[in-house]
Every structure is written in structure tokens, then in C-alpha cells.
């Protein structure tokens, strides 16, 4: 069964840094290029960032270039997102998310339940 | 930056009734949809890819039409658990998704 479970939410200040993982099981990590995507309480949802399946090619939304960044380790089955500046903007769930075939990494076949961040002082 | 509408905001249905989610896309998105049901409490489920194929264990009752800019997504005969919030997503130009159409019980 293909799964992801994220983790690494929490509470952080205004201008804080926190990082996410994503841990997958169930099929070949490497093989799938992987996205982040937040939705912020009551809003709809919002791609973040995405990741090849080697970790080569990176992608970012407007929202975040510059603040965020993606990684993955394919070793560990496990994708990673590292956000600093962070403002209350960026209080949402973050989801991951798998893209649905090998050939397009842009819909995704399986979510994550999210995990949430909260920026406040 | 490609804006997709969904209408209406929320669907009221009677179990076994049709239901018939729209959504607009501000420009051409060729067929590069895809929809999604969200239920409390549990993670995204994709429904339709490519505006209208349905993705691995996907109910027929679920149907996805349309190409351009206005798309639909209609669930034929309500099952109790299909009341959920629905949203459509672009993947033509990057990618964005609707503000979700929430499925009630009428």
C-alpha cells in the first residue's frame, strides 16, 4: 500500500525556520517526482514545490522561491521541505504528494494526511 | 497565472441524486485536469485525470467532461460516502487549483 506521512509541523515565530519530511513506503521513492502542497485554514489548496525523482530538478511557487527549499533522500525513502523567513502567511497544512506517473509529475495519485504550521508570535 | 472557479461553493444532494460540480478555468487549460475529493480527516483522494479519466478504483458513478476552460465532474447516484469538498486543479501552466465545491446532504 502506498503511503506518506508527514511530520515536522508545529508552532514557529514570525521569521523562524522549521523543516518537514515526508516518509514513503509502498512503492519506489526514486522512481517518482514528489510536491508539496499547503492549504491554509478555511482556503483552498496550493501547490508549493516539486521535486524530480533524482532530486535534480527543483521547482518552486512564486509564494516561497528564495524561502524555501526541497530536498529528498531516496535512501531513506523520504522527502523534505526547509522553510525559513517564515510569515503568517505560510500558516497552513502542508500535504505531500506523489506524482501519479513516472511521466507527468503534475497530478498526484497519493496524499499525505498533512501536517500543520503555525507562524505566530 | 491561471485562476480556476469552482461553482457552486456548496452542493446540496439527497443521497442516490445526480450531482454536477463545474469548474471554470480563467484561460485554455487543453484536457490538464484533474479532480480531487477531500473528506475530513483523511488524506486527498485523486478522482479524474486528463478532465476526464478515471484514475485506479474509481467508481463509474464518478465522470469528468469538458475541455478548455469549463470542466465538470458528476457523480451520477450519491453514496453517503461521497459527501465530501471537491476540487479541480490545473496542470496546463504550473499548477492551481479551485476554491472547492463542498458536497452537503440536503
Known amino acids: 500500500e502506498v503511503q506518506l506521512l508527514e511530520s515536522g509541523g508545529g508552532l514557529v515565530q514570525p521569521g523562524g525556520s522549521l523543516r518537514l519530511s515526508c516518509a514513503a513506503s509502498?512503492?519506489?521513492?526514486?522512481?517518482?517526482?514528489m510536491s508539496w502542497v499547503r492549504q491554509a485554514p478555511g482556503k483552498g489548496l496550493e501547490w508549493v514545490s516539486h521535486?524530480?525523482?533524482?532530486?535534480?530538478?527543483?521547482y518552486y511557487a512564486d509564494s516561497v522561491k528564495g524561502r524555501f527549499t526541497i530536498s529528498r533522500d531516496n535512501s531513506k525513502n523520504t522527502l523534505y521541505l526547509q522553510m525559513n523567513s517564515l510569515t503568517a502567511e505560510d500558516t497552513a497544512v502542508y500535504y505531500c504528494?506523489?506524482?501519479?506517473?513516472?511521466?507527468?509529475?503534475?497530478?498526484?495519485?497519493?496524499w499525505g494526511q498533512g501536517t500543520l504550521v503555525t507562524v505566530s508570535s | 497565472e491561471i485562476v480556476m472557479t469552482q461553482s457552486p461553493a456548496t452542493l446540496s444532494v439527497s443521497p442516490g441524486e445526480r450531482a454536477t460540480l463545474s469548474c471554470r478555468a480563467s484561460?485554455?487549460?487543453?484536457?490538464?485536469l484533474a479532480w480531487y475529493q477531500q473528506k475530513p480527516g483523511q488524506a486527498l483522494r485523486l478522482l479524474i485525470y486528463?478532465?476526464?479519466t478515471r484514475a485506479t478504483g474509481i467508481p463509474a458513478r464518478f465522470s469528468g467532461s469538458g475541455s478548455g476552460t469549463e470542466f465538470t465532474l458528476t457523480i451520477s447516484s450519491l453514496q453517503s460516502e461521497d459527501f465530501a469538498v471537491y476540487y479541480c486543479?490545473?496542470?496546463?501552466?504550473?499548477?492551481?487549483f479551485g476554491g472547492g465545491t463542498k458536497v452537503e446532504i440536503k
Open positions: 504528494a506523489k506524482g501519479a506517473v513516472t511521466t507527468d509529475w503534475r497530478y498526484f495519485d497519493c
Open positions: 486543479q490545473q496542470y496546463n501552466n504550473w499548477l492551481t
Open positions: 484561460q485554455s487549460v487543453s484536457s490538464n
Open positions: 509502498g512503492f519506489t521513492f526514486s522512481n517518482y517526482a
Open positions: 486528463g478532465a476526464s
Open positions: 521535486i524530480s525523482g533524482s532530486g535534480g530538478s527543483t
